[in-house]
T-cell receptor, first 116, second 115 residues
Framework: EAGVAQSPRYKIIEKRQSVAFWCNPISGHATLYWYQQILGQGPKLLIQFQNNGVVDDSQLPKDRFSAERLKGVDSTLKIQPAKLEDSAVYLC??????????????FGPGTRLTVT | AQSVTQLGSHVSVSEGALVLLRCNYSSSVPPYLFWYVQYPNQGLQLLLKYTSAATLVKGINGFEAEFKKSETSFHLTKPSAHMSDAAEYFCAVSSMKTSYDKVIFGPGTSLSVIP
């Protein structure tokens, strides 16, 4: 089966610009996660979707970050305006706990964002 | 609240030597514990998981981990390191009562394997 797809893989922008990332989870996976991974740190959950509804966005900086998951499949994460501290790898993951009882999250390759 | 501590941000071992990566957790409920590996420019891949069954868990690529409740530990080991094991390793904890529950990741340990 195809894995979690993310694009773009790399993005360089100037501060105060906007940027969007796209994620296509594994087919049939109801749960989708966006993580921020700053260099030298573990992934930090930004937002979790169950189908097209938000389950947890408590750590999403809502003044500049937004995310949506239309039709419960693909998802986009947007930053507007970007700050220097947003430089990180943005990871998307999906899970099909309800169908399989598996706790494993499947991760995409990530988008490396550099804000200059 | 749950948290994970990984002792040693960087570990170096010789090829063929024992690999030991340390993980200690804090959880107010029975934990589910995970080890993930991340190769350069890739996402995370599950190595193994503890879900309250056997305390000694075997994973992929010859890795295993032992859950020790009394020590709140879940250390990752491999008897003989291979060059291909060089990567970043993350320990993670969750209550996992439902898929809504968060997975909390540790800061990671970078493993280098010296030929």
């Amino acid at each position: 089966e195809a894995g979690v797809a993310q694009s773009p893989r790399y993005k360089i922008i100037e501060k105060r610009q906007s940027v969007a990332f796209w994620c296509n989870p594994i087919s049939g996976h109801a749960t989708l996660y966006w993580y921020q991974q700053i260099l030298g740190q573990g992934p930090k959950l930004l937002i979790q979707f169950q189908n097209n509804g938000v389950v947890d966005d408590s750590q999403l900086p809502k003044d500049r970050f937004s995310a949506e998951r239309l039709k419960g499949v693909d998802s986009t994460l947007k930053i507007q305006p970007a700050k220097l501290e947003d430089s990180a790898v943005y990871l998307c993951a999906s899970n099909h706990f309800e169908a399989s009882g598996s706790y494993e999250q499947y991760f995409g390759p990530g988008t490396r964002l550099t804000v200059t | 609240a749950q948290s994970v501590t990984q002792l040693g941000s960087h570990v170096s071992v010789s090829e063929g030597a024992l690999v030991l990566l340390r993980c200690n957790y804090s959880s107010s409920v029975p934990p589910y514990l995970f080890w993930y590996v991340q190769y350069p420019n890739q996402g995370l891949q599950l190595l193994l998981k503890y879900t309250s069954a056997a305390t000694l868990v075997k994973g992929i690529n010859g890795f295993e981990a032992e859950f020790k409740k009394s020590e709140t530990s879940f250390h990752l080991t491999k008897p003989s390191a291979h060059m291909s094991d060089a990567a970043e390793y993350f320990c993670a904890v969750s209550s996992m009562k439902t898929s809504y529950d968060k997975v909390i990741f540790g800061p990671g340990t970078s493993l280098s394997v010296i030929p």
